[in-house]
């Protein structure tokens, strides 16, 4: 082995493929502008799609108003969205604060509210003014569930089935299907039979609700109705208690209220699932270009033969090529992991930004040691990929080799969604999905516990690396591999 | 005038796989040897065994049965040492497009263990002799075919080698590429060096070889000097003695 001539190879493979433009498009391109673009535009126009559903007044349809005539009434008042309701959502919209997450808070304590909304910029005195506004002068507890359902009413146009098209009880399901999938109506509900009476006689009157499960108008009216009859049941509760002479805690034995404790949120989960699943795949994605280029690539241009004839050892020239794919991969797996990181700083993601109110960040030392994590990886990919370019007789023939492969390392890197699968010793010695977990550990703060684990991982890898890169060395020295056809 | 042998193979042969899992011999018990200072042509119809006996010689290929030595080295035992004192060129040969030409050539210098001085040096005799110096730093996928194959020339002789294999180097030139490389090989030849020159052109064969060797089937049919091929054919060109040849053979 000669580290000059190694050098040589490296020296000049790099600048081959720094000044090739597809693969730059791979390596910096793909990681540093593609990945957060894809992502925001995933996010925005997923946002803005649902907020354009949210503002379209959906028509939920009574099939017999006369069960229940006070409560039809109620929830046609309740079902139309307010200006004050419309001005308070805006507000809230201004300091990102999304509906979801006055939803997920709806139990939570005062504390994490106010943690979120001191996060957001909102002032007490501004909310409460814009709260007091939507809700005509109401007194409105500040909970994550209050200020959500004044904010966020259903905009539903309730209206009666006054023509008895849906009449027929053997013919209602298929007609309402119809109706829902033509979009002449969202959804449809029914009352029990007496249902007003069963409501004042402190009975219990059923509700029916049909909607259509494919179609996102069917479901958000059906959730919008579910959520407007709670809060009349509640309220309903409420007078009855009242008129008995029972606190409101009668029917409410047990109030649980869930407490956030300080460390790794919802956003750290998401970002630790994420970013391995990011990481593993754009190492592989960004070694594989430069895989091609050295290998099927020399074949191509005619230029094997000449590196054959030249006095080099065959390893010195597969070290020489395994070292800047090697590089290729490492780059592509570091860029991805900082331009994500920068994007979720600058708060590109809209959707995840809301996610919690707790922040995704890691140390120098958790950094450096993800790094070390996926080399190993890294060099795995770089002498596969190198094994099956050389193989192949051209750039058209080593692209399909190695896309089948793209997808089957998809599966194992998707682990770090998995939920359940944890980082054990079996897993350790399982490449690609040692890392993959490994990652996930190390973003979730949980390194600590996992040191045993990592070494074994480095190990393991590392062998596993080495083992490759000999394949590749005497796949390389093959005639049938080099002169194949 | 020649020199001291610089290319001995004996009874080279080489198999490859065949489709149907049995072998087939490409190339058959070849023996010949050929000096320094002599142009050595080797003759041949498509799929005869020449560029697999080149690819022998030069290491590319590692011989089934036989031995060779080149430069005084044995093909199977000392690899590398054979590979410093060759230059090689084919018709195939091609070039590092993103490179530019002084860049691609630089790269083979290294490789052969030149220092940056020597190559520069080179560089500029080399590319001065072959009027490439307009074109020195140009990336290599904007030049004309005739200049990559001058490129590769360049590439090929840059370290002095004492052997020069050219494989049908001159296939699909235009003439003035033909002619840089027919002036290389007379070049080479003055200096006593020794050039392996495989191709189809009897032009070429006439005005360049000393010896020829005609291979078919993998067998080596006659090894001999251009005035014995004319003898036999009754005086005639080289062409109707090749051609009668591969008659009495068939």
Sequence with gaps: MSPRAIATVFGKELRDVLRDRRALMFLLVLPILAIPALMWLTTEITVHFAQKLSQEKLVMLVLNPEAAPDL??????????????????????????????????????????????????????????????????????????????????????????????????????????????????????????????????????????????????????????????????????????????????????????????????????????????????FAFLGAVYPAIDLGAGEK??????????????????????????????????????????????????????????????????????????????????????LMLSLFSRSFKEAQSAISPLQTLLILPAFVSFLPGVKLDWGICAVPVVNVTLALKEVFTGNMDRHLGHIGLILASTAVYAALMLWAAAWWSRRERVLFRG | MSGPPLVIAEGLCKDFPSRRGQKVRAVDGVTFSALGGEVFGLLGVNGAGKTTTLRLLSTMLRPSAGEARVCGHSLLREAGEVRRCIGFLSAATGVYGRLTAREMVAYFGRLHGMDDRQISQRTEELFGRLQLEAFADVRCDSLSTGNRQKVSIVRAILHDPPLLILDEATAGLDVLASRAIVELVKDCRSRGKCVLFSTHRMDEVEALCDRVAIIHRGRLLSCSTLSEMRARAGGGRIEEAFVAMLGEAS
């Design chain 1, 300 to 385: 191509e241009r005619g230029t094997l033969e000449t590196l054959l004839v030249a006095p080099v050892e065959r390893l010195d020239l597969v070290l020489g090529k395994f070292l800047v794919v090697t590089l290729a991969a490492m780059i592509s797996a570091l860029l991805t992991a900082l331009s994500l990181a920068v994007s979720l700083r600058l708060g590109m993601f809209a959707m995840l930004s809301q996610a919690g109110a707790d922040s995704f960040s890691f140390s120098l030392g958790e950094a450096a040691l993800s790094l070390l994590l996926v080399v190993p990886t890294c060099c795995i990919f770089a002498a596969g990929l």
């Design chain 1, 72 to 281: 039809w009434q109620e929830l046609r008042r309740r079902g139309e969205a307010t200006h004050g309701a419309k001005r308070l959502a805006e507000y809230l919209a201004r300091h990102r604060i999304g509906r979801e997450e006055l939803e997920r808070l709806r139990d939570a304590s005062p504390r994490d509210m106010a943690q979120l909304l001191s996060e957001r910029g909102v002032r007490w005195e501004e909310l409460e003014k814009e709260i007091a506004i939507s809700s005509g002068g109401g007194d409105i507890e500040l909970t994550g569930g209050a200020i959500a359902n004044l904010a966020f009413p259903p905009n539903l146009d309730v209206i009666a089935d006054t023509e008895r098209e849906f009449a027929d009880p053997a013919k209602r399901e298929e007609r309402l299907a119809e109706a829902v999938r033509t979009e002449r109506i969202a959804a449809a509900m029914d009352f029990s039979k007496d249902a007003q009476g069963q409501i004042d006689g402190e009975g219990s009157a059923k509700v029916r609700l049909y909607y259509l499960e494919s179609s996102d108008r069917s479901e958000l009216a059906k959730n919008g109705m579910v959520r407007l009859l709670r809060q009349l049941g509640a309220e309903i509760v409420e007078r009855r208690l009242q008129a008995r002479g029972l606190p409101d805690t009668f029917n409410r034995p047990l109030v649980v209220r869930p407490e956030r404790l300080p460390g790794a949120g919802l956003l750290v989960k998401l970002m630790s699932q994420l970013l391995p699943y990011l990481i593993i795949l």
